[in-house]
């Protein structure tokens, strides 16, 4: 079978490997058909690392992924072969401490798909999966769909983190694939009751924001999107979801949230350390929280996108085959074409 791997700073080769097997009677084998490339997935590009997590080459690549099963364990059930799935890419023990507190998130023996020394990555044709990870997805939804459930997830329990109420306001710093999966998600999470705030240094996803539901976008580059929010809100905002990386957001999220306001850090900085400023936040009171992937928010993200009015597609910019996975990569690296989510089509399947 064909899988793709890193194998320097900027390359990516496809190689042939055996196609894996069952080993465990609770697993199924699953023939990927979708991967989309994300963030994460760009730093090992350009960088080969993200903090301590430093590439091997050659090395895996890819997690957020959909497919459709072709053979299951004897111990599986609720899954039959020809049944279309979307992936949760973090294979958990289910019985360590931080799982039965139900932070299994956090697990100690966390998997993690394309994560160096972890599970192998999700761009290959087959891959050997849990079946617990796996969530039959409905007719009416496309593969192409199914691959950005994982980035909602993420969102989905950024919002929770966040504890956004109706009637919050709230900020959305970076309009990338998670800043807009949180956008998107979170009027039905209040009810249609609160008031976005988004910024990127990008106009085409500040427009793509608007498409999403954004009631006010700013470009930091042409405008102090701190004091333009200030004369909307001078209270201050309730809650910061901060989708960037960019360590410079944190400083604008404290200057911008009210008292006893929370700063949710979701984007991955390149830095290795960030600075807060301690009297901001003791004289406001502010709660700052990380956002570590997504807990078990899979089931509810799928019940999410049935409903009516629920539209993903405008994350989903752009496809290409297997073969062209780096041009993929470039392309979504140097913010070209107005990217926000490129998905790889390994099987050509409907």
Request: aromatic share 6%; proline share 6%.
């Amino acid at each position: 079978m064909r899988v793709a791997k890193f194998t320097a700073l900027k390359q990516i080769e496809i190689v042939e490997e055996s196609e894996p097997s069952i080993e465990q009677p609770d697993e199924v084998l699953v023939r990927i058909d979708r991967v989309g490339v994300c963030g994460s997935d760009v730093h090992y590009y350009l960088d080969g690392r993200i903090g301590n997590q430093v590439l091997h080459y050659p090395a895996d690549l890819g997690h957020e992924c959909s497919g459709t099963i072709e053979r299951t364990g004897e111990n599986v059930a609720a899954l039959h072969p020809g049944d279309r799935v979307a992936i949760d890419p973090a294979f958990v023990c289910g019985v360590c401490d931080q799982c039965l507190a139900g932070r299994a998130n956090t697990c100690r023996r966390l998997q993690f798909m394309g994560c160096p020394g972890e599970a192998p990555g999700a761009v290959a044709e087959y891959r050997v999966l849990p079946a617990r990870n796996c969530f039959r997805i409905p007719d009416s939804m496309t593969l192409d769909e199914a691959t950005i459930v994982e980035p909602l997830t993420i969102g989905y329990h950024t919002l929770r983190l966040g504890g956004l109420q109706p009637g919050a306001k709230a900020a959305i710093f970076g309009a990338g694939p998670i800043g807009l999966s949180t956008l998107l998600l979170a009027k039905p999470w209040a009810g249609g009751l609160v008031t976005t705030y988004v910024t990127d240094l990008l106009d085409e996803r500040l427009a793509v924001a608007r498409r999403c539901g954004a009631d006010w976008t700013g470009n930091p580059r042409r405008d102090d999107v701190v004091a333009t929010i200030l004369r909307e809100e001078p209270r201050g905002v309730d809650v910061v979801f901060e989708c960037s990386g960019d360590p410079a957001c944190l400083d604008q999220a404290m200057h911008l949230l009210a008292p006893g306001g929370t700063l949710v850090m979701v984007g991955i900085p390149a830095a290795e350390t960030v600075a807060f400023d301690p009297h901001v936040m003791r004289r406001k009171e502010l709660t700052f929280k990380n956002v570590r992937r997504q807990n078990d928010c899979t089931a509810a993200v799928l019940e999410c996108m049935g409903k009516d009015g629920f539209d993903p597609s405008p994350l989903l910019t752009h496809r290409f085959p297997l073969a062209q996975i780096h041009e993929a990569f470039e392309l979504v690296a140097g913010y070209r074409d107005g990217v926000i989510k490129a998905v790889i089509d390994i099987s050509g399947a409907d």
